[in-house]
Nanobody
Framework: QVQLVESGGGLVQPGGSLRLSCAAS????????MYWFRQAPGKERDFVAA????????SYVDSVKGRFTISRDNAKNTVYLQMNSLKPEDTAVYYC???????????????????WGQGTQVTVSS
């Protein structure tokens, strides 16, 4: 069983920055691709970014490319999401997730992720 705990959300003005963190329990963190998703009110939970187990590969949804950066520190069992140039449409609850498939890369449907964090609220508003 893997536990994921997100932190770092908050209220920020348009154009501002936040860095989200997701701390994972367990000794196998370094074998998993890690994902960030977000869910705005009344909408589905959507993919935001992914990073491979070694950090050598990343993927982003088009709407955040050039503004968000995903990274990881395997020594700390933590994945990060640096969010810059934030827009009101980035307002959502942000979740990290793990798909229980070691050493596999890809962005499958959200139904295939076994472990989710509790989420952290990001609000972009003036």
């Amino acid at each position: 069983q893997v536990q994921l705990v997100e932190s770092g959300g908050g209220l920020v003005q348009p154009g501002g920055s936040l860095r989200l963190s997701c701390a994972a329990s367990g000794s196998t963190f370094s074998t998993y691709t890690m994902y960030w998703f977000r869910q705005a009110p009344g909408k589905e939970r959507d993919f935001v970014a992914a990073i491979s187990w070694s950090g050598s590969r990343t993927s982003y949804v088009d709407s955040v490319k050039g503004r968000f950066t995903i990274s990881r520190d395997n020594a700390k069992n933590t994945v990060y999401l640096q969010m810059n140039s934030l827009k009101p449409e980035d307002t959502a609850v942000y979740y990290c997730a793990i798909r229980n498939r070691p050493y596999q890369w890809g962005v499958p449907d959200r139904s295939e992720y076994e472990f989710w964090g509790q989420g952290t609220q990001v609000t972009v508003s003036s």
